[in-house]
């Protein structure tokens, strides 16, 4: 727990500070956090991955996504519900999209999956695996109820803060993997 004696409006200014610096990241510095992504997990066989179809200047798994398709399966997160968690939709190469919630696409066809590994988008993070996102709670929700799932951030470099204002419902993850490395949480060093 932070210091912050109003964790939300620090979060709200967290929030517009770190989507200005992921704007401002280059195409190089997103390609190499999404190497260090398939680096990390392209020995990974038989799980059910979730991982997502980025909007704006998140950093992009969708490579990883399809190589890690050939041998395990890949949802993924469909919001079908404010306050909801997310539940996640069998996705594949080439496979059929529509718009979803928030301008996200997600597959048209595809059986409800529910993951074991999870590769995580954010806004923000810090180097104890706090992960600041968009404010609306779905991964917190859908996290607190996948407890023994891993759970993965893919962020750039420009995201990480001093320390991510946290509240009881955040969740944090097991690493994050940015273009500079591999952050894991405190006790997992």
Not at 165 to 171: G, L, S
Request: glycine fraction near 12%.
């Amino acid at each position: 727990m932070t210091a912050d004696a109003n964790p939300p409006a620090r979060k709200a200014q967290l929030r517009t500070a770190c989507i200005a610096a992921r704007d401002g990241v280059g195409r190089e510095a997103r390609a190499a956090a999404a190497t260090r992504l398939f680096a990390r997990m392209m020995d990974v066989r038989g799980r059910t991955i979730a991982g997502y179809l980025p909007i704006g200047s998140e950093a992009d798994p969708r490579g990883t996504m399809a190589v890690l398709s050939r041998a395990n399966r890949i949802c993924v997160p469909v919001v079908t519900a404010k306050g909801a968690p997310l539940r996640f939709r069998e996705w594949w190469p080439g496979c059929a999209l529509e718009p979803g919630a928030f301008g996200v696409s997600v597959p048209v066809d595809g059986g409800w999956r529910v993951p074991d590994l999870l590769i995580v988008p954010l806004v923000g993070f810090d180097a104890a695996c706090g992960r600041l996102g968009y404010g609306g709670g779905f991964y917190d929700r859908t996290l607190a109820g996948l407890r023994d799932a891993q759970a993965i951030g893919l962020a750039c470099e420009a995201q990480r803060v001093d320390a991510v204002p946290r509240e009881a419902t955040d969740m944090p993850l097991d690493a994050v993997i940015t273009e500079a490395g591999v952050y894991l949480p405190p006790a997992a060093r």
